[in-house]
């Protein structure tokens, strides 16, 4: 397949609230949308997952588009011959900016699946129709107002939530959660928030108030940790910042050191480095699940399609457009359906369409790429 063009967008979209974990805050969502167009006029599109500022993982808005525009892209569009596999290829000699690849390898994928006339849920290999979600629930000001919240998400149906947790943002939230619905699948996530030492504290309030699911309490090199963690556990010790290849998750698995792995699209490097670490996890009877970055539709379709795969068997973190955006990148928006479910989209390559004047009105800055940029370098 040949390309004709590349078009990348800074956008932003206000978030319908804050959502804070243990990083920090974020209000608007900036993010970097890629639109690739083959020579015979079909378009691909992939959403940049990277935030504003280095905090869930060490590439910005800024470094991607730094990596897109002069590494990624142009040789892409300079190639007679451009498809998925071969990008993943001449990507391999650069380090790290996993989430620029995939912001290149999803739109690719989008691409080649509307070219067959299939969905990228299809192409990957998916069978599901609908696939189970829960909510992430950000820190809130107060535990009241934490507790209200909660009540809000299960009201809108869904049947499992996340908290994100840390050092002082734990035990009273928890207990509060607890008591008002006892019967709720709760998880945490702690976006490697506690140091080692406190592996005790961290243990004795899974356990206190029947903790399904503890995501990454420790920093992502702290293997040993998680191992210590995980062992006798009586709840699942799940990774997510830690696993970003093969060989973490391999060594990861080796060391006892998960029992539940968190994939997220952009934090590996793109649909198929999540699809192949998802299999390598199950086939280890580790279950696998689609965690969000926070996308717009763009990448919320790319992770629901992937959700559709038989190896992700927990809910993923994949709620309805309106969890956090009241103006959606794309139409239909995603909504929560029966069972606490979203419907993988029919229609081909990611099955939505992208909204042209919310796009507009979000736009920032804007780069277009031909194959004459690619033949110049
Ligand atoms: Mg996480």
Not at 119 to 134: F, K
Request: proline content about 5%; glycine content about 8%; charged content about 30%.
């Amino acid at each position: 397949m040949e390309l004709r063009s590349a078009r990348l967008e800074e956008l932003e979209l206000p978030l319908v609230e804050p959502f804070e974990t243990s990083f920090g805050v974020e209000r608007r969502r900036r993010f970097l949308l890629l639109e690739l167009e083959s020579a015979d006029g079909e378009v691909g599109y992939g959403e940049c997952a990277a935030a504003t500022e280095p905090l869930y993982s060490g590439e910005t808005v800024g470094s991607a588009w730094e990596m897109l525009t002069r590494f990624l892209l142009p040789p892409l569009l300079a190639r007679a011959d451009a498809d998925v596999l071969r990008f993943r290829r001449d990507a391999e000699r650069y380090r790290g900016h996993r989430m620029a690849r995939a912001t290149v390898e999803t739109a690719l994928i989008d691409l080649a699946a509307r070219r067959q006339g299939r969905s990228v849920g299809r192409w990957l290999g998916g069978r599901r129709t609908r696939v189970e979600v829960g909510v992430s629930v950000g820190i809130q000001p107060t535990v009241p107002a934490l507790v209200r919240r909660v009540g809000r998400y299960l009201d809108d149906g869904y049947r499992r939530v996340k908290l994100k947790v840390k050092p002082g943002w734990d035990v009273r939230p928890l207990a509060a959660v607890r008591s008002e619905f006892p019967d709720l699948e709760l998880w945490v996530d702690a976006n490697q928030a506690y140091p080692v030492a406190a592996a005790d504290h961290v243990r004795a309030f899974a356990r206190r108030f029947q903790v399904a699911q503890v995501e990454q309490p420790f920093a992502e090199r702290a293997v040993r940790a998680h191992a210590d963690l995980a062992l006798h556990a009586g709840f699942r010790v799940c990774l997510d910042e830690s696993i970003v290849d093969r060989a973490s998750l391999d060594d990861a698995i080796a060391a006892r050191a998960l029992t539940s792995l968190n994939l997220k699209t952009a934090r590996v490097g793109g649909l198929l480095s999540a699809r192949e670490l998802a299999r390598a996890a199950v086939r280890r009877g580790i279950p696998a699940w689609v965690g969000g970055m926070l996308e717009t539709g763009v990448g919320r379709a790319h992770n629901v399609h992937l959700a559709s795969l038989a190896p992700f068997r927990l809910p993923g973190d994949l709620s309805a457009s309106d969890r956090y955006y009241s103006q959606e990148l794309v139409d239909p928006p995603f909504r929560l359906g029966p069972g606490s479910t979203l419907e993988v989209p029919r229609g081909t390559g990611i099955g939505v369409e992208v909204v042209e004047s919310v796009r507009a009105r979000a736009r920032r800055r804007s780069r277009r790429l031909t194959r004459s940029d690619g033949r110049r370098r």
